[in-house]
């Protein structure tokens, strides 16, 4: 419901087609919120809807959550950028291209070992593991009646799964 209302106002202040656009695509590309390390409570992640995003907002326990937060109005959030934009800048989350997302797993990079990597099978998976004071990837299974999501990092059920490779 609020989607739509969005882009009426942007119709409203703008019936250009090109202020709309960038609304109509999402942040479904960028990485998964998370607030376990340091890096990550200091990242601003990209909800869906690019008027939005979400920040690690600490609780009275202690620990992290994440808080939706809106941009200002006629502003959309770049993940790239971590600040809300202009629609005119604005760029959703690019997937990885094909040849580094199906690539073997690759475990020498932070980023690297904190990616799961797509299996041969779409109900496995690739995960960095330290082994023998190494960084190695290791095969381990989704859960049964899910497949292993490139775009989620996570196994999903069979009607959420996309192929993330162009074999598949």
């Excluded at 200091?42 to 809106?70: E, H, I």
């Excluded at 190494?134 to 497949?147: D, R």
Aim: aromatic residues 10%; proline residues 9%.
């Amino acid at each position: 419901m609020v989607l739509p209302i969005i882009l009426l106002l942007l119709l409203a202040v703008n019936p250009s087609q090109e202020a709309v656009e960038p609304i109509l695509l999402d942040n479904g590309l960028c990485p998964v919120a998370r607030c376990v390390t340091y890096d990550e409570v200091n990242t601003l992640w990209a909800v869906p809807d690019a008027a939005y995003f979400q920040q690690c907002r600490r609780v009275p326990t202690g620990g992290w959550a994440l808080q939706l937060m809106p941009c200002a109005p006629g502003t959309l959030f770049s993940y790239k950028q971590q600040v809300c934009v202009l629609p005119v800048y604005w760029k959703g989350c690019a997937a990885l291209p094909d040849e580094q997302r199906c690539a073997a797993p690759r475990c020498g990079t932070y980023k690297e070992v904190n990616t799961l990597w797509v299996h041969e099978s779409s109900d496995k998976f690739y995960q960095c593991r330290r082994i023998n004071g190494t960084w190695a990837p290791l095969a381990l299974p989704c859960a049964p009646g899910t497949l292993y999501s490139f775009k989620h990092q996570v196994c999903v059920l069979p009607s959420m799964w996309e192929a993330s490779c162009n074999d598949e």
